[in-house]
């Protein structure tokens, strides 16, 4: 019988993936009694349970490396720990590949949670062969989306858990009705359109920008866009080169996007792939319309195939151009999409998604053989 679960997370951001993180490991921690979690970052220890154990580095000089250096160090912790004590369930958030071949070489068992579909970031077919042979091994693999699970059955012959990202509405609620004295949005008659997410390709805020500037003032606009990642100084200097600065202002993180959010008008996702995005979980809360890419997995799950939300072209900046002086004008007609998402965030509700969760890692702490 495994007595203790180890939560393998090499890198800790502000972004879903590591929000979901919190939320899943502190659920777990009140279930379990001896948890463990590897990362690199851990000055966010304080966002966890004071019971669960963290394995990092004792010094401070990588949390801002690279991701692949975070793997490195972080499969060398995983490595160590191992050899010591072998008395460990191994569940996955990041670098799953990598984890899954350690803990197979240690002969232990491994739940891998993953986050956006495969043939939505990779076109390499090398790649994708070695994904669909390693991912394999994992003794439980758990998606967040639907069509997540559909995409690896389909593309990989891989079955998986779909678990929806729990969702605590009320607090997220809470949050947005925090005061803040953001003046930016407050020109009468403009749409107020906000993107929240890591400044990275994956999420191609740039897309974004280059249909403001398409617009070129046709309609009275406001655009927040908010986040942290290796991309913010190219989407600066695109803002700048392009004079968009009356129109667009680029923040770099919000500590509470929540009271941004709330006063928005219109969110837009311009990501090229997701898995389940929790942003737009998030809009929904707050009844805010929503223009989508119709990117692989996740986008078209929430919005119900377009019921609750409208969907754009990807990478096509001139039909997300359109869709939003749709917006401008319709904004009264597109309330029923609006009320047809916030009737159907029952479905990610958090308490009966985190069960799920703990009801499969007891599975293999009860039964090493299961």
């Known amino acids: 019988m495994y007595k203790k679960l180890l939560i393998f997370i090499p890198q800790i951001g502000g972004g879903g993936v590591e929000k979901n993180f919190f939320i899943i490991t502190n659920f777990l921690a009140k279930k379990i009694k001896d948890v463990t979690v590897i990362t690199v970052n851990k000055e966010f220890k304080k966002k966890l349970n004071k019971n669960i154990k963290i394995i990092s580095p004792k010094s401070d000089r990588w949390k801002n490396s690279s991701i692949y250096v975070k793997y490195t160090i972080s499969l060398f912790l995983l490595i160590k720990t191992l ?111 906000i993107n929240i997410g890591r400044f990275t390709d994956q999420k191609n805020q740039l897309l974004l920008l280059k249909s403001i500037k398409y617009l070129n003032n046709s309609i009275p606009i406001k655009l927040l866009i908010a986040g942290k990642g290796t991309n913010y100084k190219y989407l600066k200097n695109y803002i700048d080169e392009n004079k968009l600065n009356k129109n667009v202002l680029l923040l770099n993180f919000l500590k509470n996007p929540y009271t941004y959010l709330k006063k928005a008008d219109v969110f837009v996702l311009s ?79 958090e308490n009966k998604n985190l069960n799920m969760y703990y009801r499969i890692i007891l599975k293999y702490l009860k039964n090493e053989k299961n």
């Not at 004008?329 to 916030?342: P, S």
Request: aromatic share 14%; hydrophobic share 35%; glycine share 4%.
């Open 271 to 349: 990501s090229n792939y997701e898995g389940l995005p929790n942003v737009l979980l998030e809009a929904q809360c707050f009844k805010k319309i929503i223009i989508s890419t119709k990117c692989p997995t996740g986008p078209r799950e929430i919005l119900l195939n377009g019921k609750a939300g409208i969907f754009f072209r990807m990478n096509d900046y001139k039909d997300l151009s359109k869709k939003i002086i749709y917006v401008y004008k319709n904004k009264k007609k597109l309330r029923n999409k609006v009320k047809i998402g916030y009737s159907n965030l029952n479905r990610f509700e």
């Open 83 to 193: 050899i010591s004590n072998k008395d460990y369930l191994i569940f996955s958030f990041q670098a799953n590949w990598y984890a899954i071949i350690v803990t197979k070489l240690f002969g232990l068992k491994i739940v891998s949670r993953s986050n956006t579909a495969p043939q939505g970031w990779s076109n390499n077919v090398a790649k994708k062969k070695l994904y669909k042979l390693i991912i394999n091994f994992a003794d439980e693999i758990i998606v967040n989306s639907i069509e997540f699970k559909k995409s690896l059955k389909k593309y990989f012959n891989v079955n998986s858990t779909c678990i929806y990202n729990p969702l605590n509405k009320s607090s997220i609620l809470k949050l947005g009705n925090t005061k803040n004295n953001f003046s930016f949005f407050k020109q009468k008659n403009s749409l107020k359109v």
